[in-house]
């Protein structure tokens, strides 16, 4: 059997699948179906400062190869979290990691304090697709100067490994990685969804509540792989790669464009146990190869 063990900052896998946030809930809704022990990591669902509501219904829509979903970050808060999420998942025998979000880099910051506190929670992803309330609404991760406000607000209170999820809505992504890793990123993950919308030509309306949404699924794979092998070879930081990931083909390629881990995302609501087979598949692809560690193929793509 081939070594399937990564390194992200202080942050050690024992392969490298996980799961992407909101896709996997809190991982207790799925460990009927599978080990949840069995894999890299479980990024739980979004959690922000303060209980949201999300956006009104309809706020999920089928596309060719994908979905759009706009459920708007709809959470209990960091307390409820800590408070009563925590103490069921904290023995789980894998890297549990919260994706934090916020409205204002204060918030990022206090959000992700509280969770620091907590032993058993190894790290954060920060999602900075989320509008910045005090500049009219643009999101943090679209811009050098919003996205760096975010990480070093949050690396200022957070002291354990910090991954930054970026936004796939820019003109240049290495421009936001390098922003992120100078301002004390450990690692950063790609892609958030791309923006894009659904109408029903018989209502003659928009399908979502708010018209748009973050398209996901197969469709978006090959702008991730762009993207992953670009930011690859633009930091010094570790890269987590998703979009469209459904298969262990799809996950090697990831990894040989440069992504030390990968997370699956959409397909786990088309196969719950999709991550399991991603991880044998892995390992079955490198044991045929003669490759003996993941790590050996690891960015191999010129």
């Not at 942050?11 to 809190?26: E, H, Q, W």
């Not at 009219?136 to 070093?152: D, I, L, P, Q, W």
């Not at 440069?258 to 999709?274: M, S, V």
Request: proline share 5%.
């Amino acid at each position: 059997m081939a070594r399937l063990n990564v390194q992200i900052g202080d942050l050690r896998l024992k392969n490298p699948v996980m799961t992407a946030s909101g896709t996997f809930g809190y991982g207790l809704e799925f460990q009927d179906f599978m080990p949840l022990d069995g894999i890299g990591g479980i990024i739980v669902k979004g959690t922000t400062l303060r209980p949201r509501e999300g956006n009104d219904y309809p706020r999920m829509a089928e596309t060719p190869m994908g979905m759009l979903n706009c459920v708007g970050l709809q959470n209990k808060g960091v307390d409820y979290f800590c408070e009563h999420i925590y103490p069921q998942i904290k023995d789980i025998d894998t890297n549990m990691i919260v994706n934090v979000s916020g409205s204002s880099p204060e918030d990022y910051a206090e959000c992700a304090a509280r969770i620091d506190a907590l032993d058993r929670i190894p790290a954060i992803e920060l999602n900075i697709s989320c509008p910045n309330v005090h500049d009219g609404g643009m999101a943090f991760g679209v811009t050098c100067a919003g996205a760096e406000s975010v990480v070093r607000a949050v690396r200022e209170r957070y002291h354990k490994t910090l991954i930054v999820k970026l936004s796939p809505n820019v003109t240049d992504i290495t421009e936001i990685a390098r922003a992120v890793e100078a301002a004390g990123a450990d690692a950063v993950s790609l892609i958030n969804t791309l923006m894009g919308m659904a109408v029903d030509i018989e209502r003659r309306c928009k399908v979502l509540s708010i018209g748009t949404g973050g398209l996901s699924g197969p469709c978006v794979k090959p702008v991730a792989l762009r993207m992953v092998y670009q930011v690859a070879h633009s930091v010094g930081i570790p890269v987590i790669g998703l979009g469209g990931i459904c298969s262990a083909q799809d996950a090697l390629e990831f990894i040989m464009c440069g992504a030390t881990a990968i997370e699956i995302g959409t397909a786990n609501f088309l196969d719950p146990a999709i991550s399991i087979k991603v991880r044998d598949g892995i390992n079955d692809w490198l044991d045929q190869h003669g490759v003996a560690s993941v790590t050996e193929i690891t960015g191999t793509i010129d």
